[in-house]
């Protein structure tokens, strides 16, 4: 007798087995995957089917039969509404065990690539690492009583899956200047509502206080500092900045090592965070960047941070790795040292055969995320590149989302 497959509605009984990429755990029942959020691998539960597709369903817990040892009661009272976590209901070791899963599952399913040495996961504070937050705005219509009544917003983060906005007071992984500025946009919007139209501040901490933008009241604005070690960067709610400053300077020696030569390119440079730690040891560094207001901070950090040998470009990655192949081919000029990448979650699709192509002696790719990493890896295992070295870090503990950190070399 063949089993019918559950449809949406169905109540089934099912034990996870690992977690996947995105956060939910991963169960099978009669072949078809089953996708389970906040669950644990190895619990046996109830599920209800919530959705089905050709090649997997997705299902809520109805009932928790065998709880793992992993499994904890969540720290935030949004945590299941909010959209920002999706494994707070897991210790943190088994988090980082699970990105470690992230990453090796996306390398060998995705890159095709074989990486049989562990990949450790360096851990984070666990809480009040996030120091930039997008706070959304909902308006939600007026104080019932008497006359027009105020206006009332929720403030907070997206819910998981949807567009509203889960209304929070204090969000554990903010840093406390975020949580601050989440508190002063709630009191500001409250008191005069800036705009009807606006739905989203951007908000960022520096090594001593916040900055909100677009400019709302009487709130700070404008760009702040960051203490990495020895340096300082300026920083803008609205530019990319790595959104965990306590993982920066390990992240950065990651980055940057012990590596030294006469050329490194930093591609996706942003406000020029690797550049500088580069520019200490490289006899010249080109930092590339896209976006006109991560490039006029770069120019300014590099400045700032006494780097004189570094110099930034205002080119897409791909604009600028395109001319150098061709200059090199013309010129006959001797490929970089090094070339470091850092592009945002998309990857570097358009640039990658140019970066290959070049033929740097080292190639260090960051990513925070393993799936795009992997795609373009494959490249460059095609363009006659090796791994080295696959280190992971937790810049973004209590959610899915993990760092990469990959050296390749000439084969
Ligand atoms: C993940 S961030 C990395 C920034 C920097 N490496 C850091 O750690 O602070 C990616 C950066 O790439 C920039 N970017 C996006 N698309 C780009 C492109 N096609 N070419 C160059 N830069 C790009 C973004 O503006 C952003 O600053």
């Not at 090199?328 to 970066?355: E, F, M, Y």
Request: charged residues 20%; neutral net charge; aromatic residues 8%.
């Amino acid at each position: 007798m063949t089993q019918q497959r559950p449809i949406v509605g169905d109540v089934i009984e099912v034990t996870t087995e690992k977690m996947a990429y995105g956060g939910d755990a991963v169960a099978r029942h009669e072949g078809l995957v089953v996708f389970v959020p906040f669950a644990a691998p190895g619990e046996r539960m109830r599920v209800q089917i919530t959705e089905q597709k050709r090649n997997f369903a997705r299902g809520s817990i109805v009932e928790l039969l065998e709880r793992a040892d992993d499994r904890r009661d969540p720290p935030c009272e949004h945590f299941g509404i909010c959209g920002g976590c999706q494994l707070q209901h897991m210790s943190y070791a088994a988090q980082l065990e699970a990105k470690s899963g992230f990453v090796r599952d996306a390398i060998q399913r995705i890159g095709g690539i074989d990486w049989p040495h562990p990949i450790p996961v360096q851990p984070s504070v666990e809480f009040g690492y996030r120091s930039r937050a997008q706070f959304k705005i909902k308006s939600v219509g007026r104080d019932a009583g008497d006359g027009p009544g105020a206006p009332q917003f929720r403030i907070g983060f997206n819910q998981a899956s949807s567009n509203s906005v889960c209304d929070v007071m204090f969000c554990p992984v903010l840093t406390n200047d975020l949580n601050e500025a989440l508190a002063a946009v709630r009191e500001t919007f409250h008191k005069r509502p800036a705009s009807p139209r606006l739905h989203e501040v951007e908000a960022a901490s520096g090594s001593a206080g916040f900055s909100i933008q677009p400019a709302i009241g009487a709130l700070p604005s404008g760009s702040i500092e960051v203490a990495i070690g020895e340096d300082k960067y300026r920083i803008e709610p609205g530019v990319f900045f790595q959104s965990n400053q306590s993982m920066i300077q390990q992240l950065i020696e990651t980055v940057a090592g012990s590596c030294k030569g006469e050329l490194a390119i930093d591609l996706y440079c942003g406000v020029g965070l690797f550049t500088v730690s580069l520019a200490r040891r490289f006899s010249r560094v080109i930092g590339v960047e896209s976006d006109a207001a991560a490039f006029r901070l770069a120019r300014k950090n590099l400045v700032s941070n006494n780097a004189p040998n570094a110099e930034a470009v205002n080119q897409s990655a791909e604009e600028w790795a395109r001319n150098f192949s061709r200059r090199q081919t013309r010129r006959n000029l001797s490929p970089p040292g090094l070339i470091v990448l850092d592009p945002p979650r998309t990857g570097a699709a358009a640039a990658i055969h140019d970066v290959g192509a070049i033929g740097a002696a080292a190639i260090t790719y960051v990513s925070c995320d393993p799936t795009t990493l992997a795609r373009d890896l494959r490249v460059l295992v095609d363009r006659g590149y090796k791994l080295d070295e696959v280190i992971a870090l937790d810049l973004f503990p209590q959610t899915y989302h993990v760092e990469t950190v990959v050296k390749l070399g000439l084969r």
